[in-house]
């Protein structure tokens, strides 16, 4: 067990200055404006200093921080880091109130409330902007709400408190203090809602939508996630904002397509995490996505499967082409696999498989199964960068609480593509969409012709385009005119208009562009030329990240957030202030520990499908979230723009057509097996499918019976295959997105054979 977490087990009863944690959203599109508030009071005798160590999204724009005291408000500003600290220590040597708002990863934050007085309240107010991911067809809002132990490998000695230290706060199995979160989707058509993590209860209001956790408060030991899918899918498109001195900046949405199915073989070599974080439902998680990701192979593939944890280990000595013997010795193998190797070392067997000499026949990719809780991220970032030009590493994220910016990041450094899969969500179709983008014939070379503009473009180089897959960049508009912009890769074009002059006055997307900006600053740390130029163009960089992050007020590696309470000389603390460290909950199911219920929970919604969803429990905390606001912490929320969570608004069934129920209520129903699923792993390596129980059961008993008689007369693999085929094709198509691949491999197989069976003959 991680030592901090037996320290936690001793000293569980001890006061712990955070009551709750609430957060709001707005979700606008694909935009995302949240709030997040935590109420601090001490109960103490003694003044006290908070460090609370949290979670934010990893492409977190951070952009304002402020301290409600009673009817105070007070804002804090963006400083330098080294000069934050020395204004926030100062306070506190007076006896004035601080607080400190700094960034420990891009995805994890500590907030500092110095000198809690006794007996007193604050509430400190987090905003940020980011974009919402898109999966498939719907978008993907993700709110994290703990940090998950870190495993440390050992370095060098350090000075001061320990990198790894940082983010790795200390772990409670309960902590006395839950989350209220609601979240506002604008008004639109929408066809589906769904949490794969919390019981959801829905809203309808005036002008929009109003998503919350069924229960009032729940434990904060897992990421929120809520998948919105609209009737109108995303479309390209171009949005410009404008910055107070006019300054316009553009956003632009491209929705590339028609990319083909890249020919010839991979070397493709899967990466799973065995760590002790992985045991429980992770490991079986990723164990049922690598066998879907091996029988999506091609016979012109090899592959390999190296294991690791405290230590690594491969399958076989070296990649193995794909056919029928590899496919059942893998199999057998990825089946006997336990989460038992200890710590999570991944920078090894990383570099390790990075550094040998890739196959001239064949592009190299890797596919990593983590849940990414190691304190090195950057150096794995970094390891994934320098070998993006001869390997693409594709990532999965598994787990309630996996690191998004080692699993997105790697990703990105590589120029490859992840996925995160949280417990109860269904793998299959995120296996198989991550398995078309490796197959894909994935531009590189893409670039945006900005016609008659001068921009600045973040990020500036544009990133890999995969087949039907939004891409959005940003550019502050230096000046020139255009009616249009195009995406150009080789001789392919998608061209979107674009008005500059329909230009917002309030958006975000200034301070999205900033954040981009900052992100490809900080991340490249690999320069050309001579160590006396690199050390210059690192001075450079930095500058400019700390003239962007306090020209649009955002947080940074270079910047914190400061702000100080003026005290009276009657007011202010003279005694000693004690410190106390915010205790967090270990995140639900790590290292199978108080492992959640799988399912997903449904917003019901006219002319759904069946819902599929699985009771699962809510601790409810001690203490309660701060569900009543102060006026400063209302006047902070109503100058930031984020919705208030009110929930009594008047029921609205615009939102879904004129069929939509008024009342959204849980509907919970016990999960059932996959047949999709079962059938598509009896494909063979070659592409064909053999006569199973799963196929049977699809059919059905009087179809499964003109099967058999057909198999007596035809080729049985043929027949199979073929009745495969159009099965899933007739009476699937809902599912096309995952069997896809198979089927495409499938008709291959059926193209070679000379045959004029009809599969309607058994349909």
Request: proline share 6%; net charge negative; charged share 25%.
């Amino acid at each position: 067990m991680n030592v901090e977490i037996v320290r936690g087990l001793i000293a569980a009863d001890r006061p712990v200055p955070l009551e709750g944690v609430r957060i709001d959203v707005q979700l606008q599109g694909s935009s995302v404006d949240v709030t997040v508030t935590q109420r601090y009071r001490n109960r103490e005798a003694v003044p006290v200093e908070a460090l609370y160590v949290f979670p934010l999204e990893e492409s977190a724009a951070v952009c304002g921080f402020a301290a409600c005291i009673g009817d105070q408000l007070v804002r804090a500003k963006v400083e330098e880091r080294d000069e934050a600290f020395e204004h926030y220590d100062d306070a506190l040597m007076r006896g004035d109130g601080a607080f400190l708002l700094d960034q420990e990863r891009p995805n994890v934050f500590t907030a500092s409330v110095g000198s809690l007085r006794p007996k007193e309240t604050v509430e400190l107010q987090v905003r940020y902007v980011a974009l919402a991911t898109r999966e498939g067809n719907a978008i993907r809002l993700t709110i994290p709400t703990t940090v998950s132990p870190r495993y440390v490998p050992a370095g060098p000695a350090e000075i001061g408190q320990p990198d790894g230290e940082r983010v790795n706060p200390e772990i409670w199995p309960k902590v006395p203090y839950g989350l209220e979160l609601f979240v506002k989707i604008d008004k639109g058509q929408l066809s589906r809602i769904e949490s794969p993590s919390h019981p959801i209860g829905t809203t309808f209001e005036n002008d929009g939508v109003v998503v919350k956790i069924a229960s009032e408060t729940t434990a904060l030991d897992r990421d929120f996630v809520l998948l919105v899918e609209r009737q109108e899918p995303g479309r390209p498109e171009v949005v410009v904002a404008q910055e107070a001195d006019g300054t316009r900046v553009a956003m632009v949405t491209f929705v590339p397509d028609n990319v083909e199915v890249q020919a010839g073989g991979h070397e493709v070599i899967f990466l799973l995490d065995c760590s002790g974080s992985m045991a429980g439902q992770s490991i079986n998680q990723a164990k049922r996505a690598l066998l879907l990701c091996v029988r999506a192979l091609g016979t012109e593939d090899t592959f390999n499967v190296v294991r690791f944890g405290s230590s690594y280990e491969a399958l076989w000595n070296a990649p193995r082409s794909f056919d029928d013997n590899t496919l059942d010795q893998a199999s057998r193998y990825i089946e006997r696999i336990e989460a038992d190797l200890g710590g999570t070392e991944i920078l090894k067997p990383l570099k390790a498989l990075l550094e040998k000499p890739s196959d001239l026949e064949r592009s190299r990719r890797v596919l990593i199964l983590t849940d990414g809780q190691v304190s090195n991220e950057d150096q794995v970032l970094e390891v994934a960068r320098q070998h993006n030009q001869t390997s693409r590493i594709f990532t999965f994220g598994i787990g309630a609480g996996a690191s998004e910016y080692l699993v997105r990041g790697t990703a990105r450094a590589s120029r490859g593509a992840a996925e995160m899969i949280f417990p109860g969500e269904r793998i299959e179709p995120k296996v198989l969409r991550m398995f078309a983008r490796v197959r894909m014939a994935v531009l590189d070379d893409a670039r945006v012709d900005w016609k008659g503009l001068r921009v600045e473009q973040a990020p500036s180089r544009v990133p890999p385009l995969f087949s039907g897959e939004a891409l959005t960049l940003f550019a502050r508009i230096e000046g020139g005119e255009a009616s249009e912009i195009e995406l150009v890769a080789g001789e392919r074009r998608w061209t979107v208009p674009l008005d500059a002059n329909q230009a917002s006055a309030k958006s975000p997307i200034p301070t999205l562009w900033a954040r981009e900006a900052i992100r490809e600053l900080e991340d490249a740390t690999t320069r050309r030329g001579s160590s006396q130029q690199r050390g210059r163009t690192s001075d450079k960089r930095r500058d400019r990240v700390i003239e962007l992050a306090t020209r649009y007020s955002l947080m940074s590696g270079e910047t914190s957030f400061v702000a100080v309470q003026e005290r009276s000389y009657a007011e202010q603390t003279n005694s000693p202030t004690e410190l106390r460290r915010i205790p967090v909950a270990l995140t639900s199911g790590w290292g199978n520990t108080a492992s959640p219920s799988a399912g997903v929970f449904k917003s019901r919604l006219a002319g759904a499908s069946p819902l599929l969803a699985m009771a699962c429990p809510a601790p409810a905390p001690a203490a309660p979230s701060p569900a009543r606001r102060s006026p400063a912490a209302q006047a902070f929320l109503e100058d930031a723009g984020p919705p208030q969570g009110g929930i009594l608004a008047r029921a609205k069934r615009a939102m879904f057509g004129e069929k939509a129920l008024v009342t959204s209520d849980l509907s919970v129903t016990s999960a059932t097996s996959d047949v999709v699923y079962d059938l598509l792993m009896t494909q063979r390596a070659d592409g064909s499918f053999l006569h199973s129980p799963a196929l049977q059961t699809l059919l059905g008993t009087e179809r499964a019976a003109r099967l058999s008689i057909a198999v007596t007369s035809e080729n049985e693999a043929l027949v199979v295959t073929a009745t495969a085929i159009a099965l899933l094709e007739r009476e699937h198509s809902d599912r096309e997105s995952e069997w896809r691949p198979a089927v495409t491999k499938a008709k291959g197989w059926l193209k070679k054979q000379s045959s004029t069976f009809d599969p309607l003959t058994v349909l």
